[in-house]
């Protein structure tokens, strides 16, 4: 079974993505917070990152949903701190959080493809949010 970080500058951000993520979460798969940077400032934390990372490993996948430019550069120094058994299973998505991790949610229900998830997730950057006539 997939795991799922969100990493978002704003603690809040993180928790409301994966509170949202949650309401879909019908499969029991562990998503967690990697928000702010630990002392309620706004950015990123690259502990906070490998902690939530080492936290939900179980041997399977751990996508990982990332807000901004940044929180990417976090994660990949996060992986560079990572045993490398933990860190060859981790995957940075890249699609929008709330929607990808949403999706990627409720495709790990139906499928434990990590590919799938993946690909599922990443066309989620197409779905409209506003429907023109």
Do not use: C, W
């Not at 917070?33 to 936290?55: F, H, K, P, S, Y």
């Not at 901004?68 to 998505?93: N, Q, R, Y």
């Amino acid at each position: 079974m997939i795991s799922i970080v969100i990493v978002s500058h704003s603690e809040k951000v993180a928790a409301g993505a994966v509170e949202i993520a949650n309401e879909m979460n019908t499969a029991g798969i562990p998503i967690v917070a990697a928000g702010g940077t630990g002392d309620g400032r706004i950015g990123t934390n690259t502990e906070l990152i490998v902690n939530a990372i080492n936290g939900v490993y179980s041997g399977d996948h751990i996508l990982v949903f990332a807000d901004l430019g940044s929180s990417i550069l976090s994660t990949e120094m996060a992986l560079d701190l990572l045993d490398p058994e933990v860190a060859e299973k981790v995957h940075i998505v890249d699609a929008p959080v709330i929607e990808g991790a949403v999706v990627a949610t409720i495709q790990a229900a139906i499928s434990d493809d990590v590919n799938e998830i993946i690909e599922v997730a990443e066309g989620s950057k197409l779905i409209p949010k506003v429907h023109k006539d």
